[in-house]
């Protein structure tokens, strides 16, 4: 039963030993890509927004396209690749790095949401609007992609308890990266 035992642990080893070894970063990202039948959607997994660049390769085409998207926290977005090739995810990034030493003035003021992305009943970027849950006015910075997947920032006032539309400025998709309090 010794003799049993040790051939036993000998092959796990031996097993394990072959395992293929993942990088500690494959394991840290967040996005990923999902075919269905109305082509492929980047699906975001984590609770925090993304920047993620993907790559399409097509057979015949001299060079790849790359698109950067972001994708704000828990969500899946389409992708406008159509056609055959493969696509793949060159970068997955979060939005914002934190500065490194520096504490916020205040705790509660940084960790404190109160805008809201809502869609309306157009639908696509220009049927959105930014509302403000809160009783004070906020500043937000909204991010627009375009469909070359070009951004653009804009930082938008919104008073307290109240809500606005998002015009769309020739962007198919659009996200909020940060918000604060008015000065």
Same mark, same amino acid.
Request: hydrophobic share 40%.
């Given at each position: 039963?010794?003799?049993? =035992?040790? #051939? ?23 996005? !990923? ?16 927004? !993304? ?9 015949? #085409? ?10 704000? #926290? ?5 992708? +406008? =690749? ?43 970027? +220009? ?53 604060? #309090?008015?000065?």
């Amino acid at each position: 039963m010794s003799k049993l =035992f040790i #051939a036993l642990i000998a092959l796990v080893a031996l097993l394990v030993w072959q395992l293929p070894v993942t990088p500690a970063s494959a394991a840290l990202k967040c996005t !990923r890509l999902v075919k269905g039948p109305g082509g492929e959607k980047a699906v975001n997994t984590c609770g925090s927004c !993304r920047i993620v660049m993907i790559q399409r390769k097509r057979p015949g #085409a001299d060079a790849p396209i790359n698109r950067t998207l972001t994708l704000a #926290a828990k969500t899946t977005t389409g992708l +406008s =690749f159509r056609g055959p090739g493969h696509s793949r995810i060159l970068s997955d990034t979060p939005c914002r790095q934190p500065a490194p030493n520096k504490a916020p003035a205040n705790p509660q003021e940084a960790a404190k949401r109160c805008i809201l992305m809502q869609r309306t009943v157009n639908g696509g970027v +220009s049927g959105l609007a930014l509302a403000n849950t809160c009783d004070e006015c906020r500043t937000a910075v909204v991010d627009r992609i375009d469909a070359n997947g070009s951004r653009r920032s804009q930082n938008v006032v919104i008073g307290g308890k109240s809500v606005i539309p998002l015009t769309a400025k020739g962007a198919v998709q659009a996200g909020i990266l940060s918000e604060k #309090a008015c000065k």
